[in-house]
């Protein structure tokens, strides 16, 4: 019997026994598999704990079939990253990465520390935000193991040659010369002009939501990282520098106000909701290529793992058993 084979009997029986287990005498399924993905199952217990803080915030907003019809998108969307978290979680442990506890709890200890907080405020906060502690340290397990298949299956095989450094300062010389310029990270809801409003109502919710998660603590970088549906989203939402003019006029308002390091309050344009932090301010003048490098080196290589994270993660669901069953 092939491998996939064997792989689809295992599905199959494991199905049957957890039908046969959670169904009580009045037939109502009350727990159920709602995708195999290799040999690792997802169940709808489990998809309703990671639903559950979403929910809350639709269920505050609508009613009705909008309410049905946004919960189950909301479902098929979490349950996708479900799945691709599982894949990243398997291929982690294909290459020995492992993730302890004492990690973990070693980043909480950090952030605390940084942003002068003490364990009762972090608890209280994901308290708020309808989130358990579990919830949070699995959350901080999945960036952890995609920060460092990124690093060992990406980045450690990116190449950025001194002519693409040379090719990129000269089509772009002007970024480094004679205007000022910002550089931002950016967390991006799009919301188009003419949206429904209630549909705009909830993604502002969203937008505090995060922002308040950004406030008690949370890295901006990882924000964007699951929430940021603009450019450089696998860059921890980092554009780089934004030259003075080439920003949308409400974004560039409140850029130039903030200072180094400052992140911005919730900011509303005609193409969705934005939150920002400024990394880097430099004034006019022109900076020679020697002082640019690395800068445009990084950028590069930004770019480029951004595209080849998404087409490995594709890559991985293409080579992948996966049978959803919401």
């Known amino acids: 019997?092939?491998?996939?084979?064997?792989?689809?009997?295992?599905?199959?029986?494991?199905?049957?026994?957890?039908?046969?287990?959670?169904?009580?005498?009045?037939?109502?399924?009350?727990?159920?598999?709602?995708?195999?993905?290799?040999d690792d199952v997802i169940t709808l217990s489990e998809l309703n704990v990671a639903f559950?803080?979403?929910?809350?915030?639709?269920?505050?907003?609508?009613?009705?079939?909008?309410?049905?019809?946004?919960?189950?998108?909301?479902?098929?969307a979490i349950l996708n990253r479900m799945i691709d978290n599982k894949l990243i979680e398997q291929e982690a442990k294909k290459?020995?990465?492992?993730?302890?506890?004492?990690?973990?709890?070693?980043?909480?200890?950090?952030?605390?520390?940084?942003?002068?907080?003490?364990?009762?405020?972090?608890?209280q906060a994901l308290n708020k935000d309808g989130m358990t502690f579990d919830g949070y340290k699995q959350e901080l397990k999945e960036q952890l193991q995609r920060q460092q298949l990124l690093r060992r299956e990406i980045r450690a095989k990116l190449v950025v040659t001194d002519d693409e450094i040379g090719d990129y300062y000269r089509q772009h010389r002007e970024e480094y010369e004679g205007k000022e310029a910002i550089r931002i990270k950016q967390i991006l809801l799009p919301v188009p002009a003419g949206t429904d409003p209630?549909?705009?109502?909830?993604?502002?919710?969203?937008?505090e939501s995060i922002l308040k998660r950004i406030k008690n603590g949370e890295p901006f970088e990882a924000m964007a990282s699951q929430f940021s549906q603009g450019p450089a989203t696998a860059a921890g939402g980092d554009i780089g520098f934004v030259e003075k003019g080439h920003m949308l006029p409400e974004v560039e308002m409140v850029a130039q106000k903030l200072g180094g390091g400052d992140v911005s309050p919730v900011i509303e344009s005609s193409q969705g909701?934005?939150?920002?932090?400024?990394?880097?301010?430099?004034?006019?003048?022109?900076?020679?290529?020697?002082?640019?490098?690395?800068?445009?080196?990084?950028?590069?290589?930004?770019?480029?793992?951004?595209?080849?994270?998404?087409?490995w993660v594709a890559d991985l669901r293409s080579k992948s058993l996966i049978d959803i069953k919401l």
């Open 1 to 38: 019997m092939g491998d996939v084979m064997k792989k689809i009997c295992l599905a199959m029986a494991m199905g049957m026994l957890m039908i046969a287990a959670v169904v009580p005498v009045s037939g109502e399924v009350v727990e159920r598999i709602v995708a195999i993905v290799n």
């Open 52 to 76: 559950e803080p979403y929910l809350k915030r639709i269920e505050a907003q609508l009613a009705g079939k909008d309410k049905e019809k946004v919960v189950a998108e909301g479902k098929t």
């Open 95 to 123: 290459s020995g990465i492992v993730v302890k506890d004492d990690e973990i709890m070693g980043v909480i200890r950090d952030m605390l520390k940084n942003r002068n907080m003490q364990m009762p405020d972090l608890l």
């Open 198 to 207: 209630a549909i705009r109502a909830r993604a502002r919710d969203l937008a």
């Open 273 to 311: 909701f934005y939150i920002i932090q400024v990394v880097d301010k430099r004034g006019a003048g022109l900076k020679p290529i020697i002082e640019v490098r690395q800068e445009i080196q990084r950028k590069l290589e930004d770019e480029k793992a951004a595209k080849k994270f998404d087409q």
